[in-house]
């Protein structure tokens, strides 16, 4: 058999050669609905801008795309308005900043962002709102306390996470930069970083939401493992005063992770060639099947990682952990670390091979956001090595299944994406290389049913 190759019906084998399968951890139960609440009008961050002085300087009232209700009505998205514990309401990001985008002019919760310009320093913005509630409301008051936080994990992560094309995610980077102001055993801060912060900012294109049902570990390098809802809690280490907090955001994420679980892909809305399909599901069974999983009423998912020797495919997201290992060490030795609930981080040499449940949503391609449709993904001599997109998410191409671009020849712009960077890179996974046309085009067809 190939490297993803599996004959239908064909259990997968516990072994293959260049890969590991990640076995699954025991995971908390909770309540679904509780956690969308908590999703739309939680304190995940408890510190924000006071919302008296957020709306001062904008003005505009946003469309209501989560039907939010209260002061949340109008506030964008990627913002809730929480009353912190000295009565202050806030304004303040929420895991939508990177879990929800719209697609086709709609919003999608669980789709990840992939639109957000993280060129910008965002430190400057936040020294000029410091002086502006400082002169409104002096340093000793209560909303100067609501907010200072928030500035504060701001300005420490600012010049660390600047990406070189807009689009893709500073994830691991910002983790990088808040773990280095925290102590490891109360999670309390640090106005000095306990070890240097990388050099290197790794781009990743943010995971759809609705995949996490079916994964054993989290992230890209199944870096994640244990419980779930513990490593997703370390999202509020921007602005939390200590572990007090962490305990409280913690009792919360069971119930979003619970959520997050009931997600579904959205189908594709175009017309799908029932008999092309066909043809390219046993194609797909034939030659992906082995990493990426089976689908329909015997579904499969191996949670296989393909070492960096085999996929071929961009090596400093997975090399970073090893270069720099004082961050998973950190993480280890951490309260997140710690009984009951504990979760790790357990860095690999490879990435792990994701389900595709509604894949076709999820344009850009490779865990760095590096090949525009998944045309190019399964016809390697044809990626772009500069590419540039609209970021209108209605520009969609439902002949090559990804964003429409256009040709670049350098790096003119931010909005051009440049796979010439050291972790920006748009080679490997060149299985589909080994396909003709007309069983790509199968494939293709196959993959928008999915």
């Not at 020797?309 to 970073?320: C, K, N, R, S, Y």
Request: with cysteine; proline share 8%.
């Amino acid at each position: 058999m190939t490297l993803c190759a599996l004959a239908a019906g064909v259990t997968p084998p516990a072994e293959m050669p260049g890969t590991t399968i990640i076995p699954p951890s025991p995971q908390r139960s909770g309540d679904p609905e509780a956690g969308y609440r908590y999703l739309l009008y939680g304190d995940m961050v408890g510190h924000g801008i006071p919302i008296e002085v957020y709306r001062k300087v904008n003005k505009t009232v946003s469309p209501d795309d989560l039907g939010r209700t209260g002061d949340s009505q109008g506030i964008p998205f990627m913002f809730n308005v929480v009353e912190t514990a000295n009565g202050v309401k806030v304004v303040a990001p929420t895991c939508l900043t990177c879990h929800a985008e719209k697609l086709n002019g709609q919003l999608i919760v669980g789709l990840g962002n992939n639109t957000y310009d993280h060129t910008r320093e965002q430190s400057g913005t936040f020294r000029a709102s410091d002086i502006m509630l400082q002169v409104g409301y002096g340093k000793n008051s209560a909303e100067w306390a609501a907010y200072s936080p928030l500035s504060r994990g701001y300005k420490a992560v600012g010049p660390y996470i600047r990406t070189a094309v807009r689009g893709v995610n500073p994830a691991d980077k910002i983790f990088a930069a808040l773990a280095a102001h925290r102590k490891a055993d109360d999670l309390s801060w640090l106005d000095e970083p306990q070890f240097a912060i990388p050099t290197e900012v790794v781009p990743t294109d943010v995971p759809a939401w609705w995949l996490l049902k079916k994964k054993n570990a989290l992230y890209y390098n199944a870096l994640g493992r244990g419980d779930f809802a513990r490593l997703s809690a370390a999202s509020g280490m921007l602005t939390m005063t200590d572990s007090t907090e962490a305990r409280r955001v913690d009792a919360h994420m069971v119930d979003v992770i619970a959520w997050i679980r009931t997600l579904e892909p959205p189908r594709y809305p175009f017309p799908i060639d029932a008999q092309l399909a066909a043809k390219g599901q046993v194609i797909f069974e034939d030659n992906c099947s082995e990493c990426h999983g089976s689908y329909g009423e015997t579904s499969t998912y191996p949670n296989r990682v393909v070492e960096l020797a085999t996929i071929g495919t961009d090596p400093l997201l997975a090399e970073v952990y090893q270069k720099y290992p004082e961050y998973h060490t950190w993480y280890n030795a951490s309260w997140y670390a710690q009984e009951p609930h504990k979760a790790e981080l357990a860095p690999t040499d490879g990435y792990i091979a994701p389900p595709l449940d509604g894949v076709w949503a999820t344009a850009p391609y490779l865990h760095n956001g590096s090949v525009p449709t998944l045309d190019d993904l399964l016809n390697s001599p044809q990626r772009p090595a500069y590419w540039r997109r609209s970021f209108d998410n209605s520009d969609y191409d439902p002949a090559k299944l990804g964003w429409r671009y256009t040709v670049e020849t350098a790096r003119k712009k931010n909005e051009i994406y440049d796979t010439t960077l050291p972790g920006y890179g748009n080679g490997g996974h060149t299985f589909g290389d080994r396909l003709s046309a007309d069983e790509r085009r199968a494939v293709l067809e196959y993959l928008k049913t999915l």
